[in-house]
């Protein structure tokens, strides 16, 4: 499934690869308005005094393409850092292919750690801090989850619309990138992966509200944006409609929630007395039993009114993803020790490692006491905490194992894509985790906490930040740089960690650490969400293709495969209803979020409405993924709200007319 997903990213790389290499032996035409030919970085040449685009790179001889990229303002890169534009026509000067292709696959590998960063930081640093503020599970799913499950695509569009500018022609490429890449996004995860999902377990007896629900709320927001669109123009009022759309959407999820359990109430109470296994919440049996790895089982519930938060492991297995419209029957299972179950265990400390069993006799502990950190229990092992007392051993061994995946551990109890899937994301596992303060609330023993990996990431993590920011050697006074002095203040951090923490037990301020969390995986994916606007900017002017194309296929395609594996996995796991929810409500808050915070931030950064041409290619991707949506509602109607063959082999073929539509519209631009 996984190497399925990759294969039609790739191959959605090489056809646009194949329309830049058709067209590479003629110069671009400045007459056409979406080519790279009219990018936006066009400026002043500081030597010549002309104006003067990057994309006229190709009409000079190889031997001086590397001189004029060097030499040309309009060729020098805003942000990020690297200007992959020098690999092509410096580094493989005459093997234009060759480094195309190896900057695809470095783009590829972007998208990758965008999904590393979410699964290992974002998404565990927010389950932590909307348990610590007690916020209702739904609402939760929809706001804060929803946002660390979507955070790659909208820090991707946010910069894309941010970094964009009118080119000559009024044109804005890597706006047109952005708003491509929500519309090809949605068309992706909505037919494919639902697609696949009802093609391999076919679905019956789909809640009707939810479903109608979100599909209506897509369907508003496509029509909105295609009125937006239309108008060339995005105003204040409209950049703010949109995030209203929003807050309307988590709100009649929350009323529909609560609907619902006030009916499952009235049903219990109806069935009380009349049956010992009565369900507790609703008419529909429910199964909510640990899976063994950590995860709550909510495979008897094919959905209702509330979003339940599914993982669906870590690595290969994908993102942690919001369902969207699952049962809030299916609640979490709370699989922690009463107040009275520790008292009733006849455990005691008052040896090492020893209790007493029936017959008076001390016998070894096997059970894990219970340590209360700020009124929330934390188990320990006995065999680290003895009286209070806890080893260095035990430190680094949570440091060694934090820092060697299980995969490098366990060779032999790995299958072959899990321990190729341990190489691959090795590199920037390791950086991530040295650089952001790590949590995870479905760690049953500390809640992720350790010791030792903070001390180096406090050490790091100011640092890291400013060069990010490009502000490492930043001068606060003359020849003084900043780099030092957060070094130092990271040396404090560790010293007062050292000193007012434990080695195994959390302090109860652990929530702190989640929000720094929080922090640093924004700064990570806003780093590599930079870098992926540089790969833009460099396709659209090496392969003289539109943004939009790059948009609605490749970055789409790119940041969508995490979804489709994560979706695909949930079904894979028993529970095919969530995935499949998941295939509409993921690109619905996509949408309304990211539109509407990058729309609202460029507005504010300069002082006007956006500017942005509804391109021929964007109106194939909203007029696409509007009749998607109505077909897809039609299909489940029809068949008696079930989603099985027939529906899967309709999506799947759906995408497959959109990319080959995509594709003719852009090569009759070409050719006009």
Known sequence: MAGTALWLSFICGCCICVLGTEDSAAAPSPEWHGSAAAIQIVRVDNDNQSKATCADVRTHPVSEQCSFIHNTTACQMDGGFLNYLELPYCLLAGYEAAGLVIIFLWMMYIFFSLSLVVDLVLCPSLKMITTALKMDQNVAGVTFLAFGNGAADIFSLLLLVLRGGDDEDGDDITGEAGMGSIL?????????????????????????????????FYLMAVGWLIGMLADSKIYLGEAVGFIGLYIIY?????????????????????????????????????????????????SGAAGADGPVMSTVGRGLQGRTRDASVISPQSQPLDLSLSEGSLSQSNLSLDGPGQGEND??????????????????????????????????????????????????RKTKEKKWYEILHAILSFPVRLVILLTCPTVDPEDEECCGWNKYLLLITMVTFPAFTAIAFDGFFEEISN???????????????????????KIATPPSWHVAFAALSFIMAIVWIFLMADEVVNVVVTFSVTLNVTGALLGLLMIASGNSICDLIANFFVARAGQPMMGFAAS??????????????????????????????????????????????LLALMLVIARRWTAGKVFGCSMLALYTVFFAAVLTVELTTKKN
């Open 184 to 216: 090809g996004g949605g068309m992706f995860v909505t037919s494919i992966s639902a697609g696949l999902i009802a093609l391999n377990y076919p679905l019956s007896d789909i809640e009707k509200w939810p479903f109608i629900r979100n599909i209506l």
């Open 250 to 298: 988590v709100f009649v999820v929350w009323i529909g929630h609560r609907r619902s359990l006030a009916a499952g109430r009235r049903d219990a109470e109806a069935c009380d007395g009349n049956s010992e296994t009565a369900p507790l919440l609703g008419s529909k049996p429910v199964s909510n039993y640990s899976t063994g790895n950590g995860h709550a089982d909510t």
């Open 479 to 501: 020849e003084v740089i900043l780099g030092p002095f957060l070094l130092g203040f990271g040396v404090i951090l560790a010293v007062a960690v050292l000193l007012f923490t």
């Open 359 to 408: 017959d008076g006799k001390p016998s070894q502990i096997t059970s894990f006491p219970q340590i209360e950190t700020d009124g929330a229990p934390v188990a320990t092992s006995t065999a680290h905490v003895l009286h209070g007392e806890e080893t260095h051993a035990y430190g680094f061994q949570k440091l060694y194992e934090a820092l060697i995946p299980e995969e490098f």
């Open 584 to 629: 509409f409500g993921s690109p619905l808050l996509n949408m309304l979020i990211g539109i509407g915070i990058a729309s609202l931030a460029a507005i504010i950064q300069d002082g006007k409405p956006y500017p942005l041409n509804f391109t021929p290619l964007l109106q194939i991707g909203a007029g696409f993924l509007v009749f998607t949506l």
